[in-house]
């Protein structure tokens, strides 16, 4: 049993240690976000015309140009969507940047990171999404 509370503990340290450096990176991150100065700019038309076209040539209902900050996700350009921003905690996109590899869902009702999602269960009612 002691061996079983070494090990755990040291899962604990190396756990912690992960998100010390994790929460180091995100700070980073939001640090250039502000520094890039998008975040509640006004619209671009480089952008629009790039979510029109996404959307257009792949038929998906919705297409957007997402930053996550802090506290909320903001759309930089948007089609298909009439919100121009959601809390992070109902945004798919946080998701998104905690890894290096496209985020694709097939139905998120049935994924359990989504499946009680307000943008699931709600109004525009997303059933699947890709993130890049």
Known sequence: MINIEAEVGDRDREDASLLSMLDVSEA?????????RLL??????AFDITVQLLKQATGVQTALVS???ADRQWF?????LDVCQTPRSAAFCA??????ETLWIEDARID????SNPLVTGEPHILSLIHI
Do not use: N, W, Y
Request: aromatic share 4%.
């Open 28 to 36: 980073q991150r939001l640090a250039v976000l502000r520094d890039v």
């Open 76 to 80: 930089k350009a948007r089609a298909g």
């Open 95 to 100: 998701h998104t940047i905690r890894q290096t």
């Open 112 to 115: 359990p990171r989504f499946s």
């Open 67 to 69: 930053l996550v900050d």
């Open 40 to 45: 509640d700019s006004a619209p671009e038309p």
